[in-house]
């Protein structure tokens, strides 16, 4: 996968500077200890799920953040890429979305947060995804040089930067955020390790943890129990599935959000206040309520 060989300050696309810029600003967090950010207890988490490509979802999500005027506030962003065609060209722009949500990490450090997905690490490794008969990584590495011309392959390599540098959770008390979870019979002590320290190259192979981590399917009630005693937290919220529901209830333990089509929802709770399944379900928002 492209590793990082040049500083922001040297790169010539503007674009490409953004990206590098953010990407030294979520490995650089003080509050990340290995692969897990944690959050202040007096934040105010806003969670969001799968975006996609879905321009008018992360509009909304960002106006209804305002994270410049709301300084505890704690915007979490996963899976920002791998978007529908564009009506008019028929690129995958989801891009402009990921450079806008970049920017706002740039302005607002302290308050945007990144997870690390499957469609990430897919992107990174060149493990082709393929959606509506469409392979998705091809597409945005074509919707990157579209919209960046002759820079597309300096933008290209920043991107790849910026998504290698997400962390693959945070928490806040004993709530875990995350894109998804090690499948039932995939979770190891590796898996346990990678959260609390870096990852290689390796790490993001299929087998690795980085990989189990974001490509996990199939959890039960009773995994998420043995997951919440070997990590030592109460509560999961995870993205990833897609199940035609804007959310799912996995046992007691853990809620899937999906933030991508236009019944998504996102969840904002305070992280003062411990989370359970009842009001985590009470707090969930549509985003197209949001205005």
Known sequence: ????????????????????R???LNRNDARRAGNIVEFEAESEILYTGDIHGHRNNLSRILAYADVSACPQRRL??????????DERTGQDRSVDLLLRAARLKVAQPEQVVFLLGNHDVAQLTGNEISKN??????????????????????????????????????????????????SPGRWTDACLDILRGGATDADFRRGGPVYEWTWGRGHTPEHIEQLAAAIGVDFFLIGHYHTGRP??????????????????????????????????LEALKPIVSLG
Not at 1 to 20: G, K, N, Y
Not at 76 to 85: D, F, N, T
């Open 1 to 20: 996968m492209p590793r990082r060989t040049w500083r922001a300050s040297e790169v010539a696309c503007a674009a490409a500077d953004i990206f590098l």
């Open 22 to 24: 953010a990407a030294e």
């Open 76 to 85: 979490v962003l996963q899976e920002i890429i791998h978007g529908p065609p």
């Open 133 to 182: 008969g469409r392979g998705v990584c091809k597409a945005f590495t074509e919707g990157v040089r579209y919209a960046f011309g002759a820079s597309g392959d300096e933008a290209l390599a920043a991107i790849h930067d910026f998504l290698r540098s997400m962390p693959l959770a945070a928490r806040v008390g004993r709530t875990l955020m995350s894109h998804s979870l090690p």
């Open 247 to 280: 959310f799912e209830a996995i046992g007691r333990r853990a809620l899937t959000v999906s933030s991508d089509d236009d019944h998504g929802c996102l969840l904002p709770f305070a992280g003062a206040t411990p989370l359970n399944q009842a009001a985590a």
